[in-house]
């Protein structure tokens, strides 16, 4: 896992490398003025982050119970940055007419977030299907180290976040 | 292996490189007999100082690794040599070295050192040329690449042409070099004329620049150098170094409208009726197209498409009819004209002198 | 101990039959397989590549020839370097990687089988989904279909305003799949070789074929993916509507150029290093002493990963950075040659005072080292910037390139297929045929290779279907292509030798050249669990103490 974040965290360099180069090179159409900083989704992935932490600890301690609560939470907030996300981009789109294909920040912006909402998608999908495993009361403490390692990507996700956050909502604009 | 073996391979080793030796004399022959060497894009010939610079940088350069090659290349072959196993060997594995750390360090330190002095050289000469100060007696032109064409444009004189530029020799103690600056209206393009300069690209949406000042007179050949699509290979380019007298009388030429000859008028009428001043520009006309190279003095040219043919009335015809035969998928469309029309036309356009 | 590690009880089986063999194979998650499947698909796309090269150097062969189309040119040439890099040399690497990693640290299998095979069917669909663009794609103005824009691609010839059609996003698409093979074959072999070494078998101890390869899966890691991040930034712009290269837009042309060298020069170190390994291995054992300066040699690799990390923009001379850049490229390209120098210096040392035997291994090797000393050399000239204004986009550096992959990597890989086949097959190679394919090759090489320099010292740019008589290149270029008839011969006699020798081949045994690493320990092939049992080792030439007990080298290391 520590070689895929590696490989990971090349691609996410490359593209925000092409962000930070396109800043104010945009010739026309909306600029990052448009975008609102998105605090409360933040928030909820890194507490997601927090979460996930405390249910690998639960069930290192075998306390299935308390594992399927965090981890059900840590979903949540998942989920909830998801949502958030296209709400934004519906309102970039709709409200401001910035696409894909606007202009350069159109550009870079939405692959840079979007590169990183396909993972945390991805991250998601990881996070349902052990909680279906869970729900189905297949879950126990010999599975620790299985599910420590997909935290691994889960806390590497935030990671980017991080890093996205702060090019795109505090450097960029 | 045996020594008739090792005979045998010194033999063959003696024998193949007898066969290189013969080759290389065989093509040097060929090679050089073939056309005025003055003329072969040679980059070891230059002719103008940014690549006299990049000559001598390049001779220190060869020194210094033909000497490193030499060292190593008759380590090798001493080793080979000496320390091959013998007939009548006694089968025992000889001393079981495992390294040297004062070798070691020896053969880390030197190269550094020669690193060193490769690079300051090397970068004076990145200076020196890069950063060159343009002087107040330069031409300065505009290239803009094209996929498969050269526009050239003396803004400060109000010439445009095509394909084959102008420039006047410079004299050591009163330079007139000639600073280039390029564009792209398309893909990526690179200016190469070997004996003038390195070479340098052409990149849409990034302009370069760079300069030449010849120091003799002459026709120098180059061609497009980075790859820019199908017709890449017949991008060529020609750089006339004028005497000033003739270049003062090129630039006059070039300055003036086209010529106004009443004979071809019906030439001129095909031309200005069927879609040719969609993309060509022919100055004191109404064609005032951008897409193609201008052809107010087309007839002053030597080639015609880029280089890809010499520059009669026939080719030209031969272009405007179907330009694939020339250099298929150029951007030129095949006009389709019927013979009269072409003939008329062909007629107007060997007036553009 | 060599005893211990040889099959015990070999199962008797019941033969089975041509479908249960193929269906093996294709399920198949046993790295000795994965490994074979790996060369064999390298070796098909060789002779591929090969014929490319063969129908382009006919065309050159004159000037104004007519053989062959500018668009067919122009495919040949994308389609080679291509097909050349990504299907023929990094399968055959990893292949030998797959092969040979666990058996030299002694492991059972890669760290993740499946994972393994994942990694082999991606590279191989990728390879698959390339050449079917000479059926579906459609190339520049719609005319022909396999990918024409050069194999890096340079934006914008790839905007769709240029390369309308197809035939660049099955470039695009085939490697971006491939690419994802082959991150994970870097995971894996990152995984084995961290997790799964023998007792006793510290990094230390280690072959340096294995360290290499974690070098080189290190560099994967971290150098194919900037590839496939511009790679999608492509195909957003080519399909919807992004403007990264867009240089309508404001976008640049010159950040796909950073991207992909940032990605191209690596790449061409991930694949010499695996290829030092192999001399590595090969030359210590036909010198019949060690390998001279194993911590250097480690050291230098190392130096050299992070190192080819920052020289990328030599590529890019001429593109008009500023002096500065220029000048720090250049310094980083020249410095780069140190440690490359000091491994040429360590091959030597470790012939020097040994009993060379000039099996066919060894000559590839000695071919090897004279020919990357000169390939070295040459890029020393390419790092000189203003040099490299003249010699970069000409034939000079197509010499280059070339003199490295074919005079280095195919010189080394050609060693391995001698050195490895009898552990592979169980039988040796032809040493009367491996000579011929040797000698053949070697002058063909220099016939092609040698000469090739000169037309583009004397102005000939790369790229180019075809050239206007009366510029000195005519004689030239002929004899280039004179040398590709030898080359091919060569690989005909070598082919040739593969297929006789598995039927006709002398038994191997397990140790036909007296070696000293792991995988000569067991069976010629290895039994599906490698060892019978996990060896322990206590220096880095394990059977070198068995055979000397008097004198191990545990005692000097």
């Not at chain 3, 769709?160 to 197809?166: L, M, W």
Request: hydrophobic share 50%; glycine share 8%; aromatic share 14%.
């Amino acid at each position: 896992m520590a070689s895929l974040i590696v490989a990971e965290s090349a691609i996410f360099t490359i593209f925000v490398v092409a962000y930070i180069f396109y800043i104010g090179k945009s010739l026309s159409g909306p600029t990052p003025a448009v975008l609102t900083v998105p605090i409360f989704a933040t928030i909820c992935l890194l507490s997601s982050s927090v979460t996930m932490h405390l249910a690998v600890r639960a069930l290192r301690n075998a306390k299935v119970g308390s594992f399927g609560f965090w981890w059900f939470l840590t979903l949540s907030l998942g989920a909830i940055f998801l949502i958030a996300t296209g709400l934004e981009w519906h309102k970039l789109v709709f409200h401001d007419g910035l696409t894909i294909s606007t202009n350069l920040f159109g550009t870079t912006y939405y692959s840079l977030v979007g590169l990183h909402a396909f993972h945390v998608t991805v991250g998601l999908i990881g996070l349902v299907i052990v909680m279906a495993f869970t729900l189905l009361g297949k879950m126990t403490s010999k599975y620790t180290e299985r599910v420590d390692v997909f935290s691994l990507y889960w806390h590497f996700v935030d990671a980017v976040w991080v890093v996205v956050f702060t090019v795109v909502y505090v450097i960029g604009r | 292996m045996k020594c008739s073996e090792q005979t045998r391979n010194r033999f063959t080793n003696v024998a193949g490189v007898a066969v290189l030796l013969a080759g290389f004399l065989f093509a040097a022959r060929l090679s050089f007999g073939a056309r005025d060497p003055s003329q072969i894009p040679n980059i070891f010939r230059p002719d103008s100082t940014p690549a006299d610079s990049i000559f001598n940088l390049s001779m220190l350069v060869l020194s210094v690794t033909g000497a490193i090659f030499l060292v190593v290349f008759g380590l090798i072959v001493y080793a080979v040599l000496k320390y091959g196993k013998r007939a009548g060997d006694d089968r025992r594995e000889p001393p079981q070295v495992y390294g040297s750390n004062q070798i070691e360090l020896a053969w880390t330190v030197i190269p550094v050192l020669i690193v060193l002095v490769l690079f300051l050289a090397t970068a004076r000469v990145i200076l020196s040329v890069q950063d060159a100060p343009k002087p107040p007696g330069s031409i300065e032109v505009t290239a803009i690449g094209h996929q498969f064409w050269w526009e050239f444009r003396y803004p400060k004189l109000g010439i445009v042409t095509a394909n084959e530029v102008h420039v006047p020799v410079s004299d050591r103690s009163h330079p007139t070099p000639t600073f280039l600056t390029l564009l792209s209206a398309d893909t990526d393009h690179s200016f190469w004329v070997p004996r003038l300069a390195g070479k340098t690209d052409l990149i849409p949406n990034h302009p370069n620049s760079m300069w030449i000042d010849p120091h003799e007179t002459g026709l120098f050949l180059g061609q497009c150098a980075q790859y820019c699509g199908v017709e890449h290979a017949l991008m060529l380019l020609r750089v006339y170094v004028d005497s000033p007298e003739q270049f003062a009388e090129w630039v006059q030429t070039q300055k003036m409208a086209a010529a106004n000859d009443n004979s071809v008028e019906q030439g001129r009428r095909v031309f200005e009726s069927t879609g040719c001043i969609d993309c060509h520009a022919v100055k004191g006309t109404v064609a005032n197209g951008h897409f193609g190279p201008d052809l107010t003095h087309l007839m002053s040219r030597d080639t015609i498409a880029a280089g890809a043919a010499p520059n009669t009335l026939q080719n030209l015809r031969n272009w405007i009819q179907d330009p694939d035969s020339i250099k298929p998928r150029s951007l030129m469309p095949a006009m389709k004209l019927n013979d009269h029309d072409l003939d008329a036309l062909v007629a107007y356009l060997g007036t553009l002198r | 101990m060599a005893s211990d590690s040889i099959a015990i009880t070999p199962v008797a089986v019941g033969a089975r039959s041509i479908g249960e063999k193929i269906h093996d194979w294709i399920v198949t998650v046993d790295h000795k397989k994965l490994g074979i499947m790996y060369i064999v698909y390298a070796l098909i796309f060789l002779v591929i590549g090969g014929i490319e090269a063969t129908v382009m150097r006919i065309q050159l062969m004159v000037p104004n020839n007519h053989f062959v189309s500018p668009e067919v040119f122009n495919q040949l040439f994308t389609m080679h370097g291509t097909t050349m890099i990504f299907f023929v040399a990094m399968p055959i690497l990893f292949g030998f990687a797959n092969y040979l990693v666990p058996l030299m640290i002694g492991a059972r299998d890669m760290a993740f089988p499946r994972l393994n095979a994942f990694s082999f069917w991606l590279t191989a669909f990728g390879g698959l989904l390339l050449y079917f663009s000479v059926f579906g794609g459609n190339g520049l103005y719609g005319a022909g279909t396999a990918p024409d824009v050069g194999w890096w691609a340079y934006a914008p010839l790839t905007a769709k305003a240029f390369s309308p059609g197809h035939s660049s996003d099955y470039w695009t698409l085939s490697l971006l799949v491939s690419g994802f093979g082959s991150i994970g074959t870097g995971i894996n072999l990152i995984a084995t070789i961290l997790c799964m070494r023998c007792p006793g078998m510290t990094l230390g101890r280690m072959p340096l074929l294995a360290w290499l390869n974690l070098v080189m899966s290190g560099m994967v890691l971290i150098t194919l993916t900037p590839l496939s991040a511009a790679q999608i930034m492509l195909l957003i712009d080519r399909y919807l509507g992004g403007h990264f290269f867009d240089t309508q837009a404001g976008g640049s042309a010159a950040i796909w150029m950073h991207f992909f060298w940032i990605f191209g020069h690596p790449e061409v170190y991930i694949l010499i290093i695996p290829c030092f390994a192999f001399m590595s291995e090969i030359v210590p054992v036909f010198s019949r002493k060690p390998i001279f300066g194993y911590p250097v040699m480690v050291g230098a690799t190392v130096c050299i990963g992070f190192i080819s990390m920052s020289v990328w923009a030599h590529h890019m001379f001429t593109i008009g950075m500023s002096s500065y850049a220029n000048s720090f490229f250049a310094i980083t390209s020249m410095i780069v040659g140190v440690p490359t120098g000091i491994k040429i210096f360590n091959w030597i040392g470790t012939m020097w005072g040994g009993k060379i035997q000039f099996k066919t291994p060894m000559l590839f090797c000695i071919g090897f080292l004279f020919q990357f000393l000169i390939a070295g050399l040459t890029g020393i000239m390419l790092a000189s910037a203003p040099f490299d204004w003249q010699l970069s986009l000409s034939y000079f550096v197509v010499a280059h390139f070339h003199y490295v992959i074919v005079g280095g990597i195919l010189f080394a890989i050609f060693g391995a297929f001698y050195y490895w086949y009898p552990k592979i097959t169980g039988r040796m190679l032809s040493e009367t045929l491996g000579k011929m394919h040797f000698w053949l090759f070697l002058i063909g090489f220099h016939l092609t290779f040698d000469f090739m320099h000169i037309p583009g010292l004397l102005g000939m740019p790369r790229r180019i279907y075809t050239y206007e008589a009366g510029r000195g290149w005519e004689a030239w270029n002929m004899i280039v292509t004179i040398g590709v008839f030898f080359q091919i011969a060569a690989v005909l006699v070598f082919v040739w030798d593969l297929v006789w020798s598995f039927y006709q081949g002398e038994v191997a045994g397990n140790d036909p050249w007296d070696a000293w690493t792991l995988e000569w320990s067991t069976a010629s092939p290895p039994p599906e669990y490698n060892f019978a049992r996990i060896p322990v080792v206590k220096s880095r030439r394990p059977l070198w103490d068995a055979k000397h007990p008097e004198d191990p080298d545990w005692k000097y290391e």
